[in-house]
């Protein structure tokens, strides 16, 4: 099923008009039920509103956000920030170039199969998911396990709505994603330092809890390619790298699912990699962070402070084995 996204010639800079990045900008608004308010705002922001080169633009809809807080009272990262400070390994493994290496990746068209032990197995496009999911707004803390974190406004929708369409049959335990592999425009993979296609999973009962969101948007903007475009997971109490991006396949399957980071290396990245300041990295404290755009490190917090949520989760388990 990858086919479809695999088979996809890389599309030339000069076939990106600027009417193709307006239409899917104004789509996605529309679906936000912002365009009016989108409208208005360029009024007052021409040069922002006008150029042609995404990634170099703050949009006007972020200024929108600006001063809205997580529900512990932390500003939101810099839109600025969050685009342009990213790990997508596919293209490189250096954060700061990642959006300008991911430029030529147009996610479009793109389908995402779910498939598995369901009794529904769906492809759906991102038109069918725009349409069938409406977007929420969720403010969710980020934290990489590298020791940096973020604070994020994302657009989405939980993960449970998507499964229950597909309908999980009783045999299903975990859910497997799997990343595009399009080594057309992604110069990283062809370096074989890593076995792409990037895997990850959750356990069905995580990837059921409300936090979970498949995300299409930030600042309510679609998603840039650096940050995962045009769908990707996001679940704010485990390691960045659990949020996997721009996923093409979604697998119900009854056993632990492999994930690129767990096969590599297992002793530092294990398969739940929940966030807990009490469990270390082999070789690093996990118990403080910088937040991206602060001077000062501050503690993390256990479940990256999503424990009311989360914690029935792990009742019963030893996080210091299934870390
Ligand atoms: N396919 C894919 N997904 C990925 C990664 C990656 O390299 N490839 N990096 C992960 C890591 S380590 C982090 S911290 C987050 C970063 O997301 P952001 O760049 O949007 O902040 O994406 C995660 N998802
Ligand atoms: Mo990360």
């Known amino acids: 099923m990858t086919s479809k996204n695999q088979g996809s010639a890389p599309i030339e800079k000069d076939e990106i008009t600027p009417k193709h990045i307006y239409d899917s900008r104004r789509k996605f ?43 512990l009272g932390n500003p939101l990262t810099d839109y600025s920030a969050i685009t342009g400070y990213c790990n997508f390994y596919e293209f490189t493994t250096n954060k700061e170039n990642v959006d300008e290496l991911a ?9 995402v199969e779910v498939s598995g032990l369901v009794n529904k197995p769906q492809t759906f496009s991102l038109a069918d998911i725009m349409e069938k999911f409406d977007q929420q707004e969720r403010i969710y803390r980020m934290r990489c396990v590298e020791g940096w974190s973020m604070v994020i406004p994302w657009n989405g ?15 299903a335990k975990y859910v497997a994603f799997q990343t595009a592999l399009l080594p057309e425009v992604m110069d990283g993979v062809n370096s074989g330092r890593f076995p792409f296609p990037y895997l990850e999973g959750l356990r069905l009962d995580e990837a059921l809890n409300d936090l979970t969101l498949l995300a299409t948007g930030l600042y309510n903007e679609p998603l840039r390619p650096q940050n995962g475009a045009p769908i990707r997971l996001v679940v704010p109490w485990k390691y960045g ?16 699912p492999y ?65």
């Open 241 to 256: 790298f659990k949020s996997i991006k721009s996923i093409v396949k979604i697998s119900l399957v009854t056993d632990q």
């Open 157 to 171: 929708f939980p993960l449970r709505q998507l499964l229950e369409e597909v309908e999980p049959t009783s045999e």
């Open 29 to 71: 608004l529309k679906q936000m039920g912002i365009v009016g308010l989108g409208a208005a705002l360029a009024g007052c922001v021409p040069e922002a509103a006008s150029t042609s080169n995404p990634t170099q633009t703050e949009p006007t809809s972020v200024a929108t956000l600006s001063g809205l807080t997580d529900e």
């Open 103 to 111: 430029e030529d990746f147009v996610p479009d068209p793109w389908s």
């Open 259 to 323: 994930t690129m980071w767990n096969t590599i290396a297992p002793q530092e990245y294990g398969f739940y990699a929940n966030v807990n300041p009490d469990v270390d990295h082999p070789r690093w404290s996990q118990g403080t962070e910088i937040r991206i755009g602060e001077n000062q490190r501050r503690d993390t917090l256990y479940m990256n402070g999503y424990a009311d949520e989360v914690d029935y989760l792990y009742s019963g388990m030893d996080l210091t084995v299934y870390y």
